[in-house]
């Protein structure tokens, strides 16, 4: 086998371990999300380093998160120039966000974990 089909499997191998950790992220997630919550709302900028980790989220997270929770609403919110934020919205209108500036996938998703758990 040679260098580069070595690196190849490599990768594959990393890419695969990461959907593994983010469907069980999404499952201990989406265990709690409607439970306290109402709406979540993830504000990013398509290009800022700032908000790699949450583009990052995005792309791992998302989708085993709304296979988790169908009719929950995820709502993903891209602007230019944007802080990267968290928006959770409880029962009765209120609202907490969390900065997400320099965050990584990971990071994102223990603060949406953090924001699920918490009781209004």
């Keep these: ?6 690196g190849a499997l490599r990768g594959a191998a990393t890419e695969a371990v990461l959907k593994v950790r983010a469907m069980a992220a999404a499952r201990a997630i989406g265990s709690n999300l ?12 398509q290009t800022s ?26 709502l993903i919110r891209e602007c230019s120039g944007v802080q990267p934020k968290l928006w959770a919205r409880y029962a009765f209108g ?23 758990s918490l009781k209004p």
Excluded: T, W
């Excluded at 900065?99 to 699920?116: C, H, I, R």
């Design 34 to 45: 409607a439970k306290n919550l109402r709406e979540i709302r993830l504000h990013f900028c």
């Design 1 to 6: 086998m040679s260098v580069a089909q070595l």
């Design 49 to 74: 380093p700032a908000s790699q980790g949450a583009r990052a989220f995005v792309e791992q997270y998302y989708v085993p998160l709304k296979k988790a929770n169908p009719e929950f609403p995820i």
């Design 94 to 116: 209120k609202e907490r966000s969390v900065a997400l500036d320099n965050m990584n996938a990971e990071q994102v998703a223990k603060e949406l974990e953090k924001v699920a």
